[in-house]
């Protein structure tokens, strides 16, 4: 059973433009939430998080928003730059346990 | 700057062979993971440690098997390798129970 999902395998956007990906769980005992950006030939790196106890994390261009109500976070980049093209994953721990589950990525292409 | 390294980033092996692939970090983490990353599937969790010594299953333990002699390195086994294998491994390390997790750069290994 897949825990997290991104329901989105691919995106593509317009250099300068928004880009929005989104991943939505089932556990409600999820309480921390990360994403990740992966390029080809290269381990995941870290790229911002967010506690159950907020609602919105920003980290320059990259916002974070989680709807506990709906079990659904969204990652915002504005504006939005070739470097960004890569894999994103989204992942969840639950109370302080040392796993996370991962989505299954989204593939996201910024075109020039 | 955490590093976290793998032995090869590159692996051909033939059905059947035992295969060893290492992981060293330099930043004294308790906790050490593998996943395999396969198109669709996400990052899948294969084994994590959270001590020497110590092992846990994750998702998707069958035919592999892991040894964490030392705090610093974790090893994954396949004890006899299978096409169904060929995948990128990821392996990765966390301090405490901090869910960031850091991740090396894979290794990609092709079971012919």
């Known amino acids: 059973d897949q825990q997290v999902k991104q329901n989105s395998p691919s995106l593509s956007v317009q250099e300068g433009r928004i880009s929005i990906l989104n991943c939505d769980y089932t556990n409600s005992m999820f309480d921390y939430f990360l994403w990740y950006k992966k390029y080809p030939a290269e381990g995941p790196t870290f790229l911002i998080s967010?506690?159950?106890?907020?609602d919105k994390n920003e980290d320059g261009r990259f916002t974070v928003f989680l709807n506990k109500s709906a079990k659904h976070l969204s990652l915002h980049i504005v504006p939005s730059q070739p470097g960004d093209s890569a894999v994103y994953f989204c992942?969840?721990?639950?109370?302080?346990?040392?796993?996370?589950?991962f989505g299954q990525g989204t593939r996201l292409t910024i075109n020039p | 700057d955490v590093k976290v390294t793998q032995s090869s980033r590159y692996l051909v092996k033939r059905t059947g062979e035992k295969v060893f692939l290492e992981c060293v970090q330099d930043m004294d983490h308790e906790n050490m993971f593998w996943y395999r990353q396969d198109p669709g599937l996400g990052l899948r969790l294969i084994y994590f440690s959270y001590d020497v010594k110590m092992k846990e299953k994750g998702d998707i333990p069958e035919g592999y098997s892991v040894s964490r002699e030392k705090k610093e390195r974790f090893s994954l086994i396949l004890e006899s390798a299978s096409t169904n294998q060929t995948s990128m491994y990821l392996c990765a390390s966390s301090l405490g129970w901090d869910p960031e997790q850091f991740f090396g750069p894979g290794t990609r290994l092709t079971v012919l």
């Open positions: 967010i506690s159950s106890i907020k």
């Open positions: 992942a969840a721990s639950e109370g302080g346990a040392q796993k996370l589950v």
